[in-house]
């Protein structure tokens, strides 16, 4: 079965970078048929998509958050990153990865436990 | 971008009530429209994906209906377990988007 764990830090200092790693155990994002992506909720809001792709094929990001955005894969490690730069309280949330099939790509299956990021001085 | 309204906020309910959550899309979706399930400190769960098929593992209590801007979710009879928050995500174009959220809780 396959599981997602993001990691990374929870304090970030406003107009830095925020990085964040998701490590996949139990399957392969080489192994094809799933997509792979990133969520955030903001504390006690709702949830906010920020990206997602397919091995190989094409990355998709939310317009709102793309020139800000980076996003890269190491296979040898099984992760995939996120960067975004330029931050600030806006956006602090809880960071999510996750995977769905490609087929039906917008459907999630399975989610990380996220991990809270807070950006703060 | 495609908004979806979620309504009621929050719906105050007993255990065996019937739950009747609204989900409405500012152009149509087709049936592109799935329900998660949140609990505090918990991600999100898939409860219904492309308006009404059932995820794997989800009790037949729930059940959604709906296509083009209009869906609902209906829980047939609350268990202690579905007192959570709801949310309605469409994938009719390639930004997928969440609705706000409906909150059911304990009348």
């Known amino acids: 079965q396959v599981q997602l764990q993001e990691s990374g830090p929870g304090l970030v200092k406003p107009s830095q970078t925020l990085s964040l790693t998701c490590t996949v155990s139990?399957?392969?994002?080489?192994?094809?048929?799933?997509?792979w992506s990133w969520i955030r909720q903001h504390p006690g809001k709702g949830l906010e998509w920020i990206g997602y792709?397919?091995?190989?094929?094409?990355?998709y990001y939310n317009p709102s958050l793309k020139s800000r955005l980076t996003t890269s894969v190491d296979t040898s490690k099984n992760q995939f990153s996120l960067k975004l730069s330029s931050v600030t309280a806006a956006d602090t949330a809880l960071y999510y990865c996750?995977?769905?099939?490609?087929?039906?790509?917008?459907?999630?299956?399975?989610w990380g436990q996220g991990t809270l990021v807070t950006v703060s001085s | 971008e495609i908004v979806l309204t979620q309504s009621p906020a929050t719906l105050s309910l007993s255990p065996g009530d019937v739950a009747t959550l609204s989900c409405r899309a500012s152009?149509?979706?087709?049936?592109?429209l799935a329900w998660y399930q949140q609990k505090p400190g918990q991600a999100p769960r898939l409860l219904i994906y492309d308006a009404s098929n059932r995820a794997s593992g989800i009790p037949a209590r729930f059940s959604g209906s709906g296509s083009g801007t209009d869906f609902t979710l209906t829980i047939s009879s609350l268990e202690p377990e579905d007192f959570a928050v709801y949310y309605c995500q469409q994938r009719s174009n390639w930004l997928f988007t969440f609705g706000p959220g409906t909150k059911v809780d304990i009348k």
């Open positions: 139990g399957g392969s994002i080489l192994s094809g048929g799933y997509y």
């Open positions: 792709f397919y091995y190989g094929e094409n990355t």
């Open positions: 152009q149509s979706v087709g049936s592109y």
């Open positions: 996750a995977r769905g099939p490609w087929m039906s790509r917008g459907v999630i299956l399975t």
